[in-house]
């Protein structure tokens, strides 16, 4: 079955400092992966997804992430932090052929600091 | 275009009631997913509707339930409501199914199992 880890519960980090949330997953194949945003009240937004190709993927808001097969991981990176960014992040992994069906990670919740 | 839309927002139920929610999809999606999210088992697919069908569904008992109508609107159905059914649910929409798109999600009914 597939799985989803993301190691870190809370992170604080400083206006303007770089950030990078971490993701492991684990599944037989290819993986589909996400990175979601939720801030406090709404629904979740896609911030970026990884098929295939690139292993690096640009999204929105200038979030970037890494595909690292090796490594089972897809860490979010952002190289300046705003304080609009805090909120919760949940990377995500789907089987093979579905966007649907995702078993997402537990999320890691963001606050930014001016 | 409008969003999806979920109604209620909020709503408060006793054990043993069922309730009924309602997710709006995106225009021209026709695919309706759901998902539980709660502070202990995080976010949970319950299941997904395609063309009126269910496609794929998660791993819930049977007092979870729900349909989708020829507008593509779809409705969840929890019956004989327990305690640990207090969660924020939340419907996403994506044009297809199948595909490796992204899911649109609304800000999601919360529901209090008194």
């Known amino acids: 079955a597939q799985s989803v880890t993301q190691p870190d519960i809370h992170i604080t980090v400083s206006e303007g400092a770089s950030l990078e949330l971490r993701c492991n997953y684990s599944?037989?194949?290819?993986?589909?992966l996400f990175w979601y945003v939720q801030s406090p009240g709404q629904g979740l937004q896609l911030l970026l997804k990884y098929f295939s190709g690139d292993t690096l993927v640009q999204g929105i808001k200038g979030f970037e992430a890494e595909f690292k097969r090796s490594q089972s991981s897809f860490n979010l990176r952002k190289p300046s932090v705003h304080w609009s960014d805090a909120a919760e992040y949940f990377c995500a992994v789907g089987a093979t052929g579905t966007a649907s069906k995702l078993t997402f990670g537990t999320g890691t919740r963001l606050q930014v600091t001016l | 275009k409008a969003g999806v839309t979920q109604t209620p927002r909020y709503l408060i139920k006793t054990r043993g009631q069922q309730v009924t929610l309602s997710c709006s999809p995106i225009?021209?999606?026709?695919?309706v997913s759901w998902y539980q999210q709660t502070p202990g088992q995080g976010l949970q697919f319950l299941f997904e509707?395609?063309?009126?069908?269910?496609?794929n569904k998660g791993n819930f008992p049977g007092r979870f339930s729900g349909r989708q109508f020829s507008n593509s609107r779809s409705e969840m159905n929890v019956s004989t409501l327990e305690l640990g059914d207090s969660a924020l649910y939340l419907c996403a929409s994506s044009y297809r199914t199948g595909n490796t798109g992204e899911l649109f999600f609304g800000e999601g009914s919360r529901l209090t199992v008194l």
């Open positions: 599944y037989g194949a290819t993986p589909y």
């Open positions: 509707y395609f063309s009126e069908t269910q496609r």
């Open positions: 225009s021209g999606h026709r695919s």
